[in-house]
């Protein structure tokens, strides 16, 4: 190649690079949507989330105190590192009042720390770790949806009463995993039983092989899977594989969404025991937004994105409400009135964040039981969220200790 | 693998002078126009990428493994200004300390294999250190080390100032980016020479190569630990993505294409990467596609990168770098010859 | 806790379960580190894009299956000739261009490569597993008294077993690969004899690219067809072929499957470690013998 040419792209190349620093525009107010778009945990929120988001953003009017309204998006990969510097970027640079899906505990973790030194808003509607409100609670941050302990209180109390006793966890090493073993295993041991063990299992693990096998020399009467998304499906699937259920254990999903279960199909997945706070296929309400979402995604909404459209609708009201963008006035709105539309029924925001409301206790019908493609679920409980969201060993978040 | 561009072993020409004036000029005002949290990133992985340049331009070792000593340094910072404490300048310190040591235990056993071998057997030590970054629980596993503060510098100097920190890692880089010119243009530096051009010849006249290599590999492990060290102050976050063999990749590809062997290829191949990246942050994957190609790219057509084709243009006729020893153009090189031989002193 | 358990009294049935689940582990070792043996020794080209080509081949076989109904056992066959073929395009069009350089140059080559095909994988099929049902023949499991052992994952090992051995008789001890061989050590002589050699090159190659791609369809159903399998594997077999020595056919065989076993050994006692300790063999290796275990010195 001529030397000419080559310096010619070499000259191109940094000219380019001059051109490198996005113009933001103040007169727009954005709204980010952090999710995995791309691996483990793009079926439960991931672009489904932007899509409610940005029905949401419609259903409001588009705009809010005069100024347009706008949605981005970015995949933050399940990596905490790339989930901080776009939330950093975003909060910086690109106009950004609130950030919400953040799917993955780790990310939501580092996110909520950009959060707090900024005054920003979040609102988590993916991620589960009960950490968000304990010993790591934000002033600005929500924990919308669900999260690790309602999932214990929930599956895990119903398991244990049922007669699970003994229980080995095969864990997620990291933020959630170990979140949802912990608040798990409280309530195991507060109803009576017992836990003979762990595994810790690196996040988007294809074989699970060594560690079922683990698990299954424990001789534990239940298998607590403390994943989620994939690692869930792909643990469940591989489980059968190696006869874990015709060698007498059973296997406790403790976080299973709607996607989750679509993809392992009623043969495989019946008769699992999950919490969800949200169904498709409820209520009337929960059915009427249900179908505008399927309309455009082909696909019913899962509980995580479901939130992702009520937590932007409420913020988008409350600034209204309060007239002002800024982060701490705005959670004094969202914190001053109850939440109850089709996603949460009969929430309020606490001090440490966290938005108590009902869950719900739901067991996968058999396939003979099913009529649709996402006939998928009979509900066994309704929890009330004083019930659900009770932690046996308190809050370490410095709002709400003693 | 050998480009150089300037003659390690004597003076640097005075354009080279003034060009480091110059862009030091322009980093000094760059805070007040571009995003400080983006030079910062581009800063260290610069002297990320120069430490690394050191070991391949100038020694002829590739490592494909030195995110090891970039994310362990970024890690023991991480940790020792979080949770012992430690004040931002002796928690880099002890980064570096420990990135340098780490440099020696692998040096030491990898400088024993040649070309391929040493690249392969620099990852996989890397990727050894990667299962035990995951695994420890220092290091937080997936989560990382989050909320690392970054102090106040010397007790005074507050770090939370976004242009305070720039003009700190500013600093760092400048005095990284010394030590690698003043290791360069010395004894040293001219013993590396010789070692790369022709090792039997060089150990025939009575030098200990394995230890100039050794040397030469430490030191190239003590500054990719600053520049993680430092990184971890300026995001206040270490996690598995620093000790990834992609990030092993990355430099490679910096240096690559700004220029192997050339003083400010790797500053160049960082600045343009990160951007890149930056640009590219919403198009997910293409980002993995497009760095592929410009490896592609670069070995087949590009192999001096950027600074290599720039420089004999912007510096003069004096300093042309001699193109990567393979692919010598034969008639350039007897205009070469010609040209020298018409008249220039040095 | 529950460690010391383990390191104290491993239970049996635990103790070869782990082991035979390691076994599996290793035939893909063993299968991945002897395609890049044979393409290192016989062309000394680093084939960086090895792991790649593996996913190719899984990927390849989800194509098949999902878009023309072609199922797991002719996908065995027609899968690894495609990425074969994608293979000899490569060497031919790139690798050949700069096999007068360095070889460090190969190593970035394919490198870059690797990158540009993972990337665009995971672009559009993201990077958490598609699903490839085990072929019903070999589905269930046996009841081994110890453990359940899927049909599958027998298949596998010895599968690759006959694979691994098949080629080791095709290098060593058969003319073709007296040939090919032969090439290698000094092809300017080679060609005099008459003996087309790039041709051979290129289609050596595409062989051990084959191979590669065959490992992958096996795993297809074992581990999930994902975009990110190659990477995640690539650099432990790269220490496969570093402990078995880096030109030595037979030195990857033994050292893949080798080092499945103690993989699976060290889940048992350490589990933590598994990970690891492949890499730590691969320090004490270097220390010793630098060359592999079976390795002519460079």
Same mark, same amino acid.
């Given at each position: 190649?001529?030397?000419?040419?080559?310096?010619?792209?070499?000259?191109?190349?940094?000219?380019?690079?001059?051109?490198?620093?996005?113009?933001?525009?103040?007169?727009?107010?954005?709204?980010?949507?952090?999710?995995?778009?791309?691996?483990?945990?793009?079926?439960?929120?991931?672009?489904?989330?932007?899509?409610?988001?940005?029905?949401?953003?419609?259903?409001?009017?588009?705009?809010?105190?005069?100024?347009?309204?706008?949605?981005?998006?970015?995949?933050?990969?399940?990596?905490?590192?790339?989930?901080?510097?776009?939330?950093?970027?975003?909060?910086?640079?690109?106009?950004?009042?609130?950030?919400?899906?953040?799917?993955?505990?780790?990310?939501?973790?580092?996110?909520?720390?950009?959060?707090?030194? *900024?005054?920003?808003?979040?609102?988590?509607?993916?991620?589960?770790?009960?950490?968000?409100?304990?010993?790591?609670?934000?002033?600005?941050?929500?924990?919308?949806?669900?999260?690790?302990?309602?999932?214990?209180?929930?599956?895990?109390?119903?398991?244990?009463?049922?007669?699970?006793?003994? !229980?080995?966890?095969?864990?997620?090493?990291?933020?959630?995993?170990?979140?949802?073993?912990?608040?798990?295993?409280?309530?195991?041991?507060?109803?009576?039983?017992?836990?003979?063990?762990?595994?810790?299992?690196?996040?988007?693990?294809?074989?699970?092989?060594?560690?079922?096998?683990?698990?299954?020399?424990?001789?534990?009467?239940?298998?607590?899977?403390?994943?989620?998304?994939?690692?869930?499906?792909?643990?469940? =699937?591989?489980?059968?594989?190696?006869?874990?259920?015709?060698?007498?254990? *059973?296997?406790?999903?403790?976080?299973?969404?709607?996607?989750?279960?679509?993809?392992?199909?009623?043969?495989?997945?019946?008769?699992?025991?999950?919490?969800?706070?949200?169904? !498709?296929?409820?209520?009337?309400?929960?059915?009427?937004?249900?179908? *505008?979402?399927?309309?455009?995604?082909?696909?019913?909404?899962?509980?995580?994105?479901?939130?992702?459209?009520?937590?932007?609708?409420? !913020?988008?009201?409350?600034?209204?409400?309060?007239?002002?963008?800024?982060?701490?006035?705005?959670?004094?709105?969202?914190?001053? =009135?109850?939440?109850?539309?089709?996603?949460?029924?009969?929430?309020?925001?606490?001090?440490?964040?966290?938005?108590?409301?009902?869950?719900?206790?739901?067991?996968? =019908?058999?396939?003979?039981?099913?009529?649709?493609? !996402?006939?998928?679920? *009979?509900?066994?409980?309704?929890?009330?969220?004083?019930?659900?969201?009770?932690?046996?060993?308190?809050?370490?978040?410095?709002?709400?200790?003693? | 693998?050998?480009?150089?561009?300037?003659?390690?072993?004597?003076?640097?020409? +005075?354009?080279?002078?003034?060009?480091?004036?110059?862009?030091?000029?322009?980093?000094?005002?760059?805070?007040?126009?571009?995003?400080?949290?983006?030079?910062?990133?581009?800063?260290?992985?610069?002297?990320?990428?120069?430490?690394?340049?050191?070991?391949?331009?100038?020694?002829?070792?590739?490592?494909?493994?030195?995110?090891?000593?970039?994310?362990?340094?970024?890690?023991?910072?991480?940790?020792?200004?979080?949770?012992?404490?430690?004040?931002?300048?002796?928690?880099?310190? &002890?980064?570096?300390?420990?990135?340098?040591?780490?440099?020696?235990?692998?040096?030491?056993?990898?400088?024993?294999?040649?070309?391929?071998?040493?690249?392969?057997?620099?990852?996989?030590?890397?990727?050894?250190?990667?299962?035990?970054?995951?695994?420890?629980? $220092?290091?937080?596993?997936?989560?990382?080390?989050?909320?690392?503060?970054?102090?106040?510098?010397?007790?005074?100097?507050?770090?939370?100032?976004?242009?305070?920190?720039?003009? $700190?890692?500013?600093? &760092?880089?400048?005095?990284?980016?010394?030590?690698? +010119?003043?290791?360069?243009?010395?004894? $040293?530096?001219? +013993?590396?020479?010789?070692?790369?051009?022709?090792?039997?010849?060089?150990?025939?006249?009575?030098?200990?190569?394995?230890?100039?290599?050794?040397?030469?590999?430490?030191?190239?492990?003590?500054?990719?630990?600053?520049?993680?060290?430092?990184?971890?102050?300026?995001?206040?976050?270490?996690?598995?993505?620093?000790?990834?063999?992609?990030?092993?990749?990355?430099?490679?590809?910096?240096?690559?294409?700004?220029?192997?062997?050339?003083?400010?290829?790797?500053?160049?191949?960082?600045?343009?990467?990160?951007?890149?990246?930056?640009?590219?942050?919403?198009?997910?994957?293409?980002?993995?596609?497009?760095?592929?190609?410009? $490896?592609?790219?670069?070995?087949?057509?590009?192999?001096?990168?950027?600074?290599?084709?720039?420089?004999?243009?912007?510096?003069?006729?004096?300093?042309?770098?001699?193109?990567?020893?393979?692919?010598?153009?034969?008639?350039?090189?007897?205009?070469?010859?010609?040209?020298?031989?018409?008249?220039?002193?040095? | 806790?529950?460690?010391?358990?383990?390191?104290?009294?491993?239970?049996?049935?635990?103790?070869?379960?782990?082991?035979?689940?390691?076994?599996?582990?290793?035939?893909?070792?063993?299968?991945?580190?002897?395609?890049?043996?044979?393409?290192?020794?016989?062309?000394?080209?680093?084939?960086?894009?090895?792991? %790649?080509?593996?996913?190719?081949?899984?990927?390849?076989?989800?194509?098949?299956?999902?878009? %023309?109904?072609?199922?797991?056992?002719?996908?065995?066959?027609?899968?690894?000739?495609?990425?074969?073929?994608?293979?000899?395009?490569?060497?031919?069009?790139?690798?050949?261009?700069?096999?007068?350089?360095?070889?460090?140059?190969?190593?970035?080559?394919?490198?870059?490569?690797?990158?540009?095909?993972?990337?665009?994988?995971?672009?559009?099929?993201?990077?958490?597993?598609?699903?490839?049902?085990?072929?019903?023949?070999?589905?269930?499991?046996?009841?081994?008294?110890?453990?359940?052992?899927?049909?599958?994952?027998?298949?596998?090992?010895?599968?690759?077993?006959?694979?691994?051995?098949?080629?080791?008789?095709?290098?060593?001890?058969?003319?073709?690969?007296?040939?090919?061989?032969?090439?290698?050590?000094?092809?300017?002589?080679?060609?005099?004899?008459?003996?087309?050699?790039?041709?051979?090159?290129?289609?050596?190659?595409?062989?051990?690219?084959?191979?590669?791609?065959?490992?992958?369809?096996?795993?297809?159903?074992?581990?999930?067809?994902?975009?990110?399998?190659?990477?995640?594997?690539?650099?432990?077999?790269?220490?496969?072929?570093?402990?078995?020595?880096?030109?030595?056919?037979?030195?990857?065989?033994?050292?893949?499957?080798?080092?499945?076993?103690?993989?699976?050994?060290?889940?048992?006692?350490?589990?933590?470690?598994?990970?690891?300790?492949?890499?730590?063999?691969?320090?004490?290796?270097?220390?010793?013998?630098?060359?592999?275990?079976?390795?002519?010195?460079?």
């Amino acid at each position: 190649m001529s030397r000419l040419a080559k310096l010619a792209i070499a000259a191109a190349v940094l000219g380019m690079a001059a051109g490198a620093q996005a113009q933001t525009t103040p007169d727009t107010i954005r709204v980010g949507v952090l999710a995995d778009m791309s691996s483990l945990y793009a079926d439960l929120g991931g672009p489904g989330s932007v899509e409610a988001a940005k029905m949401a953003v419609e259903d409001f009017g588009g705009s809010v105190l005069g100024k347009k309204v706008e949605v981005v998006s970015a995949d933050h990969q399940n990596k905490p590192d790339v989930g901080s510097s776009i939330a950093r970027q975003w909060f910086d640079q690109q106009n950004v009042q609130m950030i919400t899906d953040l799917t993955t505990s780790s990310v939501a973790l580092a996110v909520q720390e950009v959060a707090r030194e *900024k005054n920003k808003i979040i609102m988590i509607t993916g991620a589960a770790s009960s950490d968000l409100t304990g010993k790591n609670c934000a002033p600005t941050a929500i924990h919308y949806e669900y999260d690790t302990t309602a999932l214990a209180n929930g599956t895990g109390a119903e398991v244990v009463k049922a007669g699970g006793k003994t !229980w080995f966890f095969i864990t997620a090493d990291y933020a959630f995993g170990h979140a949802l073993q912990n608040d798990t295993a409280s309530v195991v041991e507060a109803n009576g039983g017992k836990v003979l063990g762990s595994v810790n299992v690196p996040l988007n693990s294809a074989d699970f092989s060594s560690y079922l096998l683990q698990a299954q020399a424990s001789k534990a009467q239940i298998i607590g899977l403390a994943n989620a998304g994939g690692d869930t499906i792909n643990s469940i =699937k591989q489980a059968a594989e190696f006869g874990i259920v015709e060698g007498g254990q *059973k296997l406790a999903a403790l976080l299973l969404f709607i996607s989750d279960v679509h993809s392992l199909g009623l043969k495989t997945a019946q008769g699992l025991n999950l919490t969800e706070s949200f169904y !498709w296929d409820q209520d009337d309400q929960t059915r009427a937004w249900s179908k *505008k979402f399927f309309d455009r995604t082909k696909k019913e909404p899962t509980m995580a994105q479901a939130g992702v459209y009520s937590a932007t609708m409420h !913020w988008l009201e409350a600034v209204k409400a309060a007239n002002s963008i800024d982060g701490p006035t705005v959670i004094k709105q969202l914190k001053s =009135k109850p939440i109850n539309d089709f996603d949460i029924r009969n929430g309020h925001i606490q001090d440490d964040g966290s938005l108590v409301h009902d869950m719900f206790l739901y067991e996968v =019908k058999k396939p003979s039981e099913s009529k649709g493609e !996402w006939d998928l679920y *009979k509900l066994v409980a309704t929890i009330p969220g004083a019930q659900a969201f009770k932690r046996p060993h308190g809050n370490e978040c410095p709002a709400v200790k003693g | 693998m050998s480009a150089v561009s300037l003659e390690p072993g004597k003076t640097a020409p +005075v354009a080279v002078w003034m060009w480091t004036a110059g862009l030091i000029a322009l980093a000094a005002a760059a805070p007040f126009f571009l995003y400080p949290v983006f030079l910062m990133k581009a800063l260290c992985m610069a002297l990320f990428a120069c430490a690394f340049n050191l070991l391949l331009g100038y020694v002829g070792l590739l490592s494909f493994g030195h995110a090891a000593f970039f994310g362990t340094a970024s890690y023991i910072t991480a940790y020792t200004a979080k949770v012992w404490g430690l004040p931002p300048e002796l928690a880099i310190l &002890v980064g570096v300390a420990v990135a340098a040591a780490l440099g020696f235990v692998f040096g030491y056993l990898a400088i024993r294999r040649q070309g391929i071998y040493f690249a392969m057997v620099t990852l996989a030590f890397a990727q050894m250190v990667f299962f035990f970054c995951l695994q420890a629980k $220092f290091t937080g596993g997936e989560d990382g080390i989050q909320a690392v503060p970054r102090g106040y510098l010397f007790g005074i100097i507050d770090l939370n100032h976004p242009l305070v920190m720039y003009y $700190f890692v500013l600093a &760092v880089f400048l005095f990284g980016f010394g030590v690698i +010119v003043r290791a360069i243009y010395s004894p $040293f530096g001219q +013993v590396l020479k010789a070692i790369r051009e022709n090792e039997p010849r060089a150990i025939s006249l009575g030098y200990r190569t394995e230890q100039y290599k050794l040397l030469a590999f430490i030191l190239s492990a003590a500054l990719a630990g600053l520049a993680g060290s430092t990184k971890a102050l300026v995001f206040q976050f270490a996690s598995l993505t620093d000790v990834d063999w992609t990030m092993s990749g990355e430099v490679v590809l910096m240096t690559l294409v700004g220029g192997i062997g050339t003083i400010l290829g790797p500053v160049v191949g960082a600045f343009l990467l990160t951007t890149m990246e930056n640009y590219l942050a919403q198009a997910g994957s293409w980002v993995t596609t497009i760095e592929g190609g410009i $490896f592609v790219l670069c070995v087949l057509t590009f192999r001096e990168g950027i600074v290599g084709v720039i420089a004999p243009y912007v510096m003069g006729r004096r300093a042309r770098p001699e193109p990567p020893a393979e692919e010598v153009q034969v008639e350039e090189h007897e205009v070469e010859k010609l040209r020298q031989a018409a008249g220039e002193g040095d | 806790m529950f460690e010391w358990l383990h390191i104290a009294v491993p239970p049996a049935p635990l103790f070869f379960a782990q082991l035979l689940v390691g076994l599996i582990n290793g035939a893909f070792y063993a299968m991945l580190s002897l395609g890049l043996a044979v393409i290192f020794g016989l062309l000394n080209i680093i084939n960086f894009t090895h792991g %790649a080509q593996y996913m190719l081949g899984a990927f390849c076989a989800w194509f098949l299956l999902n878009w %023309a109904g072609i199922g797991y056992w002719p996908s065995l066959v027609i899968a690894p000739i495609i990425v074969g073929i994608t293979g000899i395009g490569i060497e031919r069009l790139l690798l050949r261009r700069i096999a007068r350089l360095d070889h460090l140059y190969g190593l970035l080559l394919t490198f870059g490569l690797a990158l540009i095909i993972e990337g665009i994988f995971r672009q559009q099929y993201g990077s958490s597993g598609l699903p490839y049902t085990i072929p019903p023949e070999l589905q269930g499991a046996r009841n081994l008294g110890f453990m359940f052992l899927p049909n599958y994952r027998a298949w596998v090992v010895v599968a690759s077993l006959g694979v691994c051995l098949a080629t080791w008789f095709v290098i060593e001890r058969t003319r073709l690969g007296a040939y090919l061989r032969a090439a290698t050590e000094n092809p300017i002589l080679v060609r005099a004899f008459g003996i087309d050699v790039p041709r051979m090159v290129t289609l050596t190659y595409g062989g051990g690219v084959a191979l590669a791609a065959l490992a992958g369809v096996m795993a297809a159903p074992i581990y999930q067809v994902s975009p990110l399998m190659g990477s995640n594997i690539i650099i432990v077999v790269f220490a496969v072929v570093v402990i078995g020595g880096m030109g030595s056919i037979f030195g990857a065989i033994l050292s893949g499957f080798g080092l499945g076993l103690i993989e699976g050994l060290t889940k048992v006692f350490y589990p933590e470690a598994s990970s690891t300790v492949i890499f730590v063999i691969m320090a004490l290796v270097l220390l010793v013998k630098p060359a592999g275990l079976f390795g002519r010195t460079a």
